[in-house]
Structures are given as C-alpha cells and as structure tokens.
C-alpha cells in the first residue's frame, strides 16, 4: 500500500527529528521542513495527505500557511498546527483560517499519530 | 566722535601643553593595536562560541535520531531491530566517553523534555538516567560556583531523577538564595512529602513568587494529596506560617479554626490577614470576639480585613460594633468600610446623607406640568367622555403643581365613580377584574360579550402549561355578570393596547367570529389531571356563557389542546379496535427482502456449506427419497424455481475448510477445490458423489491400510456421506469390516499414505465414529468420523527430493548432515532414507563429526559485534546477549566463559546461567557448567575484589563507567603483558610452530 505523504514543518530542529522519525515508524512518507519558506515551496510542487505544522516558524508562519493552503490553493488538506501552550489565541484564530485539528506543546508523539490517523479517516 | 579701532588681542592664557609629536604618534599606535586587539579579540571569541555553537548543533543533529531510535523502541520490534538497537546502545556508549557528546546529549535531552510529553517523555527520562547523564548532574552539585549547582539541581528535577532527592534537600537552607530556591523547588518537585520536608527544615524567607512556584508545583503534580498544613501554623517560621495559611485557604482544609483565630491576634500584620481571610472564607463565627478585640489595635489594612470578614460572618447583633467603629474610628477608609458591613448585615439601614439636597429644590417647569396634566385630561376625557378638559387640566395642574410630583389625579366624582366600579370589580375574577380595574363595565357602550371578544381580539397571548387540579368552576348564570372562572385551563392574557378598544366602535358579531380565527395564539400542550378534553368540551357546551352563543364551540380551536393522560390511552385503544375492521392487506409494510440459506453450521466447514443464494435444501429432500429421486426431485425443484440466468450467475462465497484439532474428523480430508454449485452440471456431480457409494452408510469400517482402492473408496464416500441424512447414517453398526487385502506390498511401494492412527484401535483398523445425528432439522451436519489423514505421495515432490538429495550428494559436504538427518527424520520413504543415511555415511569419513558439528553450530549474530567491541562494549553485549537471545547464543557463551578477560569470563557465566535458565535449561550440561565454573572460578573471585553488583541485565546502561574505565586501564595493562609475553613466545621457532594452527583457527573464525 502507497504511503500517505506528510509535511511536517517544525523549526525545533530537535522535535522535528523526533516527530519526523515517530512519523515515519508510523507509516507515513514524511517530508520534513524547519520553515516556512521552504514549505511554501514544498507545496507549489505537490500537495501531501496531511500537513503538520508549529504556528511559529521563522519567514512563513503557521497561520500564513494555512492562509495559503486554503485560500490560494484552495485545498482541503487537513492541517494541524502544533502551538506553544497559552497561544490560545492563535489557536483560535488558525480554526477560523480552517485548520482541522491542533495540538499543543509538550507534544506527545503517539497523541500526535492517533490524530493524524483520524484526520486522514475522515477524508 | 572717533570710535577706536577695536582689536581683540589673543591673550593665550591656557595654552596646549607641547607633547612631543612622537609621544602622540605612540599613543595612537597604542590606541589604534589595543582597538584592534580588541576587535580581534570579539572577532575571535565570535568565531569559537558560533563554531562551538554550530559544533553543537551539528552533534546534536547526529544524535538526535539516536535519541528517536532508543525513544521509540518498541517491545514487539523484530530482531533485526533490536540487534540494530544494540549496536546503537554500544555506539553511544562509546560517544558517551567524551564529554562533549555527554553535555550535547544532556542538551539534547533536556530540550526535548520540554517538548514532548506523555509516554516518550517519561522514556527520556529513564534513558537519561540509563545513560549516566545524571552522573554529570550529580557531579554539578559538588561545584562551588552557584551558577554550577544550581544548574545541576535543575537538570536533576527536570528530568526527575528522584534519587537525587537526598542531595538536593541539604540545599534547602544553603545561604545562597539562588540555590535554595532551585533547591527548595526540587524537593518539592522531586516527591510527594517534599514539600512536608520543605516546610520544616526551612528557616529562611519564602519570597512571594517563590511561593507562587511552589504552589503551581505542588498544584500541578499528579495523585497529590496535600497534608495538613495547619501543622506548620505553629511553625517558627513567619513565612512558613504564612505559605502555610495560604495552602489551607487553596485546599480547603477547614479543620484549623482555633489556630486561625490565635493567629488574627499574630503580631505580624500579613498573618493577621492571611488568617482573616481563612475566617472569611470557612466562616468561622467564633471568631467575632476575636476580631472584635483585636480590632482597636490592628493597623488600618487589618481592620478592613477584619471589617470584611464581619460583614460576611456577623449577625445584627455586630451592628453596634460597627456603628461604635463609625463613631469612634478616625480613619476614613474603616469608616466607610464599616458602613458598607451594616448595609451588607441590614441592607439599607444606613441610608446616603451627604451631598444630598432638599426636595424643595426640585421644582418640575409650568410648561411641562401642563402638557402633562393637559394628556391626562384628555385621556380621561376619552374614558368619560363627559370631562371638561379645559377643566380637568387646570385641577391637575394645581394638583402637579402642590405635589411636586407628575402624578394625574382625578376629580372628586370622578375617583369616587372610579373607586366604585373598581370595588365592584375587584369581586370579579381573572379578566373581568382585569377589565375592569381601570375602567368601569357600565359605561362601555357595548356588549360584554363584544367586549370580551374585543379583548381577545387585541391581547397577546402568553402561554403557559396549565394544569387544572381542580374541576373549572362552574358557569354561574344568575349573576349578572358571566363567570369565567371555568376558562381556567386559557393561557393568561395581557392587554396590548386598552385605549384602541375604545376608539373602534361598535363591532358586528359575525366580523368577530371571523377574528377570533386570526388572533396569534403562541400555545402549549396542556395536561389535565382529571378532565379530559372531551369532558372539558362537553362542560363548555352545557355551560356557554352569553358571549359564546353566537359562536360555534369548535371556533374555540385556537385553544390549546387539552390532553389527558387517561384519556390519550383510551383513546388508543379505541383506535386499536377501529383498526379491526380494516383490510390487513392494506397495511403498508415496510420489509427486506431476505435471502435463504444454505443451512449450515458455521463452525464446521464442509463442501455444502457455500453460501448459496438459491434455497436447496438437500437436509429435507434426500431424507426420504431414494438417489434418483433425489436427483429427480432436486433437479426439478431447482429449476422450477430459478432459471438457467439465475443458476449461472448463482453467487457462491467460497470459505476456507476448516476444522477443528480433532484427529479423527471428517473434515480432514483435503478439498482441493470448493464445490461450486453454481448449476446443472455441479448439481449432477454432487448427485453423482451421492450415489458413488451406497454401501458407506455404516459409521465404522475396519480398514487395512495399504489399499489404495479402499483408500479412494474411502475419500469418495467420506464427500459423499457429507449429502447423506442422518436417518442412513444411524444405520450403521459399530463393527468394523475387514475388506479383501487383494494387492501385493510392493504394488503399494510408491503410494505413500500415511495415517493418524488411533490408539486405542488395532494398528490396521480405523475407527470411523457413529454419526451424532443432526443439530437441528434444517443443518446438514458433518459425521463425526474418526478417519486419519491419508497423505498421497506426490510426484512433484518425489521428484525434487530425488533433485535434492543428488545435489546434495554431489556438491554438499560435511555441513549438509544435519540437514540431511533433519531429511531424515521427515522422510517417509525407505527409499530416500537409504540413500540419505548413505550420504552422510559418506559425509562422515570426511570430517571428524564432533568437529564438523561445532562449526555448524548456529550463528549468534553477536559474535560479530563481539569482534570489533571493547571490554566495556562487551560487557554490555551480554546484557543484550541475556535479553534477547536464545540457544543460538548458548554455545557462543560457552565460548566466553574461555575468554581471557576475567570479567568477561565472569560476565560470560553469569549470561550463561540467566539465559540457560530463561530457555529452561538449567538441568543441561550441568557437567558442563561445573567444569567452567571451576575454570573461571579464580578468575572470578579476583574479579569481585573490585567489582560492584551489576544492574538489571536487560538495562545495559546500568554500569558503573568509573569502574569500567579503571577495569579498562586493567585490562589494557594485561593485554600489554600478554602480548609482550606473546611476543617473546612466539619469538622462538617452536614457538611459532605451536600457534601456527592457533593462527589458522582465528583466520577461520574471523
């Protein structure tokens, strides 16, 4: 069975190896960036099953990614966007601009896994 | 006048002292290299922190997969995975030897600690433990530079080594305020009592945010259950006894009531407060005297608090105290505060006094006076209709004007008429008393039945759920006026506009019966609990009021309806029997279609049990009819009911057979292909099976083994019996029949069979057991024969093992001979067996056995690792060795047990002993292991002079490296020896030549 493609953009260096490796255990093509620029340019060649993304992240940020995402390349790809704890606000705002689902720091990796499965469920 | 020439003359008074030019030129030369010193300085300290910073991420960067490999390790990995997991655990113990790679993983550990959570964080806390990285910490704290501690006891707590508890403590009263603040936050981080601990032993202050972080540690730890805090009110120490109310006050703990009321009489003010607040907060009434004495002698913050705390606990009674503190108290604030107490105990008793002005200056302008008084007339006028406006205004005005006050009055005649009728009204109920609460009944020109349906007309409707527990009263017809008292169950009806009654005239009843219809009515249900709606309307109708006779009762619609819980079940009923007459086939039904089944027990897989999507029903039919009829019935009953398009694209579900671990079942017998019943011709075969063996209806047969005929016999009728009632089956007797034995041996040579055989049968019997009868009427069942498995030889595989057992004669060696003996044991020809045995006889006198069987031993894939690792790597090897090995790792141990490192030896034992005994084999080779045990012995006890207990085998990070690292200089220091030894052996000629086949063996061995 083909992989499900992922885009994972994390500027923590750290989390991103760790997220990036708990992806792929998990079953998936991860494709990972630590910013935004080079996510934006990521997606103007292919669009992935599933973007995971910080909110904060240096040139282009979560919240202009899913701007993007939704409103440029009018996609309906599920997003998550990860974010620090009491960014409630930018939370708040990343669900009007769309997102699906979101999590917040510390990460827990299979919590992370079990929501992308069920956001690829329900597409 | 002549104006002289004005000159300035430059008196020099200060003048630059000489420097000589040479001096200056040293000067800048100086200035401009420390300037460049310095920028060289900046530029190279710049350079080393980003290239150290850089150099750090980029380890970080190698080792952070690492990191990812040990996080997410999974119990049920593959072996591959965990021999990959090991060679990881031995890479980064070698990286762990430099201190670098040991603060970069510290670093690395320590940031992802802050972002992962759940499962995987409590994993980095053990691998953080597991590689010794708390050691470091550890070492921290023996520092003299606070900075150094204090980070130690950081990492400690964030990584929660909970051993580190002990040194932490002793930091709790260290004079440095920075360390024992990290201190007392990691008591009380690191275990549930710490913050018991905390509390006693600390003697100095305990800053305001320090408290703060204390209580969000303490609040967010999980299964904490606080102590009691009041046992530290008692505390020496204020800010203990202050953190201590504070908890009390955050948890809730209500049972320090006597402590809190000694404390409001603390001398120190935030006591004081923190205790009033506790009060305030439990509501300890028996502390007002106390409050009340300590009072006079509190500063003013306390007294508020104090006055606060009286106003939510006292009673009336401390209002004269308060009143005595308004009288007494100087200051303002406590003034107002007690003040505000009164008002909170009595609400408004104490009424606003200053600033407020007479009423006498507040006069209402003429103009405005009149044109209010001039709209009352005027309204009156339109009740009345007789008033003199003119009149009327000019009276209110006066009356405005000596009030002070916008109020329309009426005239004398006026309120006396208005007073009579409203008497009058008052003993009428509901709308006509609300009908005439303003305006009298006589007056109105027009009917009351208009009236009231005038009203209904223009009110709004409220509804509400009415519930009527009593009968409605009854229509009362002798009074004048109509009772509508019984009108109870109507929702409750508000007058929208009183004064455009008036202005319509009069109103025709018929125009009124159509308006009743439009009047919005915003309804509930409404239940009755003893009228039904029937009884209700029977009551309505032998008890119209006046109005209601020009209309229909049933105009009455816009009503709620009325449902009465009896009734709603009779009338249900009722329904019920109308129902009856009705034609049942008019009844719509809503069904699926279903879909008939091949009756089958699911459990018990046979060749009928497909899922066939056409009823046959073989159970039913082949009961009681002979084949043909069978065949005849069959047929025609198939094709009666479907036709050739139905039976060709009959769906069949084909399922795998399966059956249960009974050695004697039928099922055993292999179905190659599934019985496809997909039409005439599968029908006329299954028939075909039927009728192959009439004679097989017994349920014993006694069987000589060789018969291939039989045999066939025997298949044929084991599918055929498979279609055959139960009824036949039961005629079978329990003998067994011994049939013609008609071929030769050797006719039978190359028809392998082979048998499960019963025990408790003679060797050449058989035992096919009595059919158990069907479980139901519709279930073809599987007879519960008992018949072995018959294996026929294969071609095919006669063929490839001929194949093989050439090659292996041809090109195999000595190596082959287990799998030979394996062929061996499996092989079933005595055919293939001799010439098996022949081969390795031939093997045989090749290779001396016992050597060849030693090399065959089976790989351990840690030989490999063992190659390239040092004492320390291997040491932490047979940990692994231990943990996920199995025999293959037996024979490598043995091996170690020779080894010439002791420990090792030592190590190799005790691996040996842990897995002997996990793959229960303990009693093997006892001999054996006495005989190693007793080489190694010496070794050993050497060995322990020095060694420390090892660790849980499966955690290889549990060694002490120290000891390691000194057991390595041991060790290296011996391997010098040896091979000095070594070389002056080997020096010699004989020398050579005894280690020559040494030499070879280790070639061989790699």
């Given at each position: 069975m083909q992989k499900k493609k992922l885009l994972l953009a994390e500027d923590d260096e750290l989390l991103a190896s760790l997220l990036n490796f708990r992806l792929q255990k998990g079953g998936y093509d991860?494709?990972?960036?630590?910013?935004?620029?080079?996510?934006?340019?990521?997606?103007?060649?292919?669009?992935?099953?599933?973007?995971?993304?910080?909110?904060?992240?240096?040139?282009?940020?979560?919240?202009?990614?899913?701007?993007?995402?939704?409103?440029?390349?009018?996609?309906?790809?599920?997003?998550?966007?990860?974010?620090?704890?009491?960014?409630?606000?930018?939370?708040?705002?990343?669900?009007?601009?769309?997102?699906?689902?979101?999590?917040?720091?510390?990460?827990?990796?299979?919590?992370?896994?079990?929501?992308?499965?069920?956001?690829?469920?329900k597409t | 006048m002549s104006i002289p020439n004005l000159t300035y003359k430059n008196n020099l008074l200060i003048s630059a002292p000489k420097i000589d030019t040479d001096l200056l030129w040293d000067l800048s030369i100086l200035f401009i290299g420390l300037a460049v010193l310095y920028f060289i300085g900046v530029f190279f300290y710049r350079n080393?922190?980003?290239?150290?910073?850089?150099?750090?991420?980029?380890?970080?960067?190698?080792?952070?997969?690492?990191?990812?490999?040990?996080?997410?390790?999974?119990?049920?990995?593959?072996?591959?995975?965990?021999?990959?997991?090991?060679?990881?655990?031995?890479e980064i113990r070698q990286l762990l030897k430099d201190d670098f790679n040991r603060k970069v993983l510290s670093e690395i550990l320590l940031d992802l600690?802050?972002?992962?959570?759940?499962?995987?964080?409590?994993?980095?806390?053990?691998?953080?433990?597991?590689?010794?990285?708390?050691?470091?910490?550890?070492?921290?704290?023996?520092?003299?530079?606070?900075?150094?501690?204090?980070?130690?006891?950081?990492?400690?707590?964030?990584?929660?080594?909970?051993?580190?508890?002990?040194?932490?403590?002793?930091?709790?009263?260290?004079?440095?305020?920075?360390?024992?603040?990290?201190?007392?936050?990691?008591?009380?981080?690191?275990?549930?009592?710490?913050?018991?601990?905390?509390?006693?032993?600390?003697?100095?202050?305990?800053?305001?945010?320090?408290?703060?972080?204390?209580?969000?540690?303490?609040?967010?730890?999980?299964?904490?259950?606080?102590?009691?805090?009041?046992?530290?009110?008692?505390?020496?120490?204020?800010?203990?006894?202050?953190?201590?109310?504070?908890?009390?006050k955050y948890y809730n703990q209500n049972d320090a009531n006597t402590s809190l009321i000694e404390l409001v009489k603390h001398k120190n003010n935030q006591i004081k407060e923190e205790a009033i607040a506790c009060i305030k907060e439990f509501n300890v009434t028996e502390s007002l005297d106390t409050l009340k004495l300590v009072f006079w002698n509190c500063s003013v913050d306390v007294k508020i608090a104090i006055l606060d705390a009286i106003a939510h606990i006292g009673s009336e009674a401390d209002i004269e105290f308060l009143n005595l503190i308004d009288k007494k108290e100087l200051n303002f604030s406590v003034k107002s505060k007690a003040l505000s107490s009164i008002n909170i105990i009595s609400p408004e008793s104490i009424m606003p006094s200053k600033g407020i002005q007479d009423e006498s200056k507040y006069k209402i302008p003429n103009d405005i006076t009149e044109a209010i008084a001039k709209m009352h007339a005027e309204k009156h006028a339109e009740i009345t209709g007789e008033r003199d406006v003119e009149h009327f205004a000019e009276e209110t005005t006066e009356e405005h004007a000596s009030h002070?006050?916008?109020?329309?009055?009426?005239?004398?005649?006026?309120?006396?008429?208005?007073?009579?009728?409203?008497?009058?009204?008052?003993?009428?109920?509901?709308?006509?008393?609300?009908?005439?609460?303003?305006?009298?009944?006589?007056?109105?020109?027009?009917?009351?039945?208009?009236?009231?349906?005038?009203?209904?007309?223009?009110?709004?409707?409220?509804?509400?759920?009415?519930?009527?527990?009593e009968e409605p009263t009854q229509y009362n017809s002798e009074e004048d006026s109509w009772e509508i008292a019984h009108l109870d169950f109507l929702p409750i009806v508000v007058e929208e506009e009183r004064t455009e009654m008036f202005q319509e005239a009069e109103l025709d009843s018929a125009s009124l019966s159509e308006k009743l219809f439009d009047i919005p009515v915003v309804y509930k249900e409404i239940k009755t609990s003893k009228k039904s709606k029937l009884s209700i309307e029977d009551d309505l109708g032998k008890q119209k009021a006046p109005f209601l006779d020009e209309f229909d009762i049933s105009e009455l619609a816009f009503l709620p309806i009325v449902v009465d819980s009896v009734s709603t079940v009779e009338d249900a009923q009722s329904e019920r029997l109308a129902d009856k007459g009705r034609d049942v086939l008019e009844i719509m039904v809503e069904y699926d279609e279903v879909l008939f089944e091949l009756p089958e027990n699911p459990e018990q897989k046979t060749i009928f049990n497909q899922d066939l999507e056409f009823d046959l029903e073989p159970s039913h039919e082949f009961k009681s009819l002979t084949i043909p009829e069978v065949y005849e019935t069959t047929e025609n009953r198939f094709y009666d009911r479907y036709n050739n398009d139905d039976?060709?694209?009959?769906?069949?579900?084909?399922?795998?057979?399966?059956?249960?671990?009974?050695?004697?079942?039928?099922?055993?017998?292999?179905?190659?292909?599934?019985?496809?019943?997909?039409?005439?011709?599968e029908t006329e075969n299954y028939l075909e099976m039927q009728t192959r063996d009439e004679e097989a209806k017994e349920n014993e047969v006694e069987l000589p083994i060789e018969n291939e005929q039989f045999l066939q016999r025997i298949v044929d009728d084991l599918i055929a019996f498979d279609s055959k009632p139960p009824a036949e089956n039961t005629q079978i007797d329990d003998s067994y029949i011994n049939p013609d034995w008609d071929l030769d041996e050797d006719q039978l040579e190359f028809i392998p069979v082979s048998f499960e055989k019963d025990e408790e049968?003679?060797?050449?019997?058989?035992?096919?057991?009595?059919?158990?009868?069907?479980?139901n009427d519709d279930e073809l069942d599987i007879p519960k024969a008992s018949i072995p498995k018959a294996i026929f030889g294969d071609i095919e595989f006669e063929a490839?093992?001929?194949?093989?057992?050439?090659?292996?004669?041809?090109?195999?060696?000595?190596?082959?001979?287990?799998?030979?003996?394996?062929?061996?044991?499996?092989?079933?020809?005595?055919?293939?067996?001799?010439?098996?045995?022949?081969?390795?006889?031939?093997?045989?006198?090749?290779?001396?056995?016992?050597?060849?069987?030693?090399?065959?031993?089976?790989?351990?894939?840690?030989?490999?690792?063992?190659?390239?690792?040092?004492?320390?790597?291997?040491?932490?090897?047979?940990?692994?060795?231990?943990?996920?090995?199995?025999?293959?790792?037996?024979?490598?141990?043995?091996?170690?047990?020779?080894?010439?490192?002791?420990?090792?030896?030592?190590?190799?034992?005790?691996?040996?002993?842990?897995?002997?005994?996990?793959?229960?084999?303990?009693?093997?080779?006892?001999?054996?292991?006495?005989?190693?045990?007793?080489?190694?012995?010496?070794?050993?006890?050497?060995?322990?002079?020095?060694?420390?207990?090892?660790?849980?085998?499966?955690?290889?990070?549990?060694?002490?490296?120290?000891?390691?690292?000194?057991?390595?200089?041991?060790?290296?220091?011996?391997?010098?020896?040896?091979?000095?030894?070594?070389?002056?052996?080997?020096?010699?000629?004989?020398?050579?030549i005894c280690t020559f086949s040494n030499k070879i063996l280790e070639k061989l061995n790699g």
């Open positions: 991860v494709s990972l960036s630590i910013n935004g620029r080079d996510v934006k340019e990521y997606l103007t060649q292919t669009i992935p099953d599933i973007i995971i993304s910080d909110i904060m992240m240096p040139y282009f940020s979560g919240m202009e990614l899913i701007d993007y995402v939704r409103n440029e390349l009018k996609s309906n790809v599920p997003i998550i966007i990860i974010s620090s704890a009491g960014n409630e606000e930018n939370v708040l705002n990343a669900f009007d601009l769309g997102v699906n689902d979101f999590l917040s720091k510390p990460v827990s990796p299979s919590e992370l896994l079990v929501r992308v499965e069920r956001q690829l469920r | 080393r922190i980003s290239s150290a910073s850089k150099k750090v991420r980029d380890r970080k960067r190698e080792l952070s997969p690492m990191i990812s490999e040990f996080l997410f390790l999974e119990e049920d990995a593959t072996k591959d995975e965990k021999s990959n997991y090991v060679s990881l655990k031995i600690r802050r972002d992962i959570s759940g499962e995987a964080q409590q994993t980095l806390f053990k691998l953080y433990q597991d590689l010794g990285l708390h050691k470091d910490a550890f070492a921290k704290l023996s520092s003299w530079r606070w900075q150094v501690i204090s980070k130690g006891i950081l990492e400690l707590t964030q990584m929660e080594v909970a051993e580190s508890y002990g040194f932490i403590t002793k930091f709790i009263n260290d004079k440095r305020g920075t360390i024992r603040k990290q201190a007392e936050i990691a008591t009380v981080t690191l275990r549930h009592e710490g913050i018991n601990y905390f509390l006693d032993t600390t003697k100095y202050k305990i800053s305001e945010w320090q408290q703060l972080k204390l209580l969000d540690v303490i609040r967010n730890k999980e299964d904490f259950q606080p102590p009691r805090f009041k046992a530290w009110l008692t505390s020496n120490n204020k800010y203990v006894v202050l953190f201590a109310l504070r908890l009390i002070n006050m916008a109020d329309m009055t009426l005239t004398k005649e006026e309120f006396n008429d208005i007073g009579e009728m409203e008497k009058e009204e008052e003993k009428k109920p509901d709308v006509g008393a609300y009908l005439s609460d303003t305006y009298p009944i006589e007056d109105i020109n027009i009917s009351a039945e208009k009236e009231a349906l005038k009203l209904i007309h223009e009110i709004e409707v409220i509804s509400e759920e009415v519930i009527l527990d039976i060709r694209n009959a769906f069949v579900i084909y399922e795998e057979v399966t059956h249960e671990k009974d050695e004697h079942a039928l099922g055993d017998i292999e179905v190659i292909e599934p019985f496809v019943f997909s039409g005439k011709l049968l003679p060797n050449n019997y058989i035992k096919i057991e009595k059919n158990q009868g069907y479980r490839s093992t001929r194949q093989l057992l050439n090659d292996l004669e041809e090109m195999g060696d000595q190596r082959e001979i287990p799998f030979l003996k394996e062929l061996l044991v499996h092989e079933k020809y005595d055919m293939f067996k001799k010439r098996i045995n022949t081969i390795i006889d031939t093997f045989n006198h090749t290779q001396d056995t016992e050597k060849i069987d030693n090399e065959l031993q089976p790989f351990s894939v840690f030989q490999d690792l063992f190659r390239t690792c040092d004492v320390e790597a291997k040491l932490i090897l047979l940990n692994e060795v231990v943990a996920v090995g199995d025999e293959k790792e037996l024979r490598f141990l043995e091996e170690l047990t020779k080894d010439d490192s002791p420990e090792i030896r030592k190590k190799a034992l005790e691996a040996l002993k842990e897995l002997r005994y996990k793959l229960g084999r303990n009693e093997e080779n006892s001999n054996t292991q006495a005989s190693i045990e007793n080489e190694v012995s010496q070794a050993v006890e050497q060995f322990e002079q020095v060694d420390e207990p090892y660790g849980n085998p499966n955690d290889i990070f549990d060694l002490n490296f120290d000891l390691s690292e000194d057991l390595d200089a041991d060790t290296d220091e011996k391997k010098k020896t040896d091979e000095e030894q070594k070389s002056v052996h080997y020096g010699s000629f004989f020398g050579q």
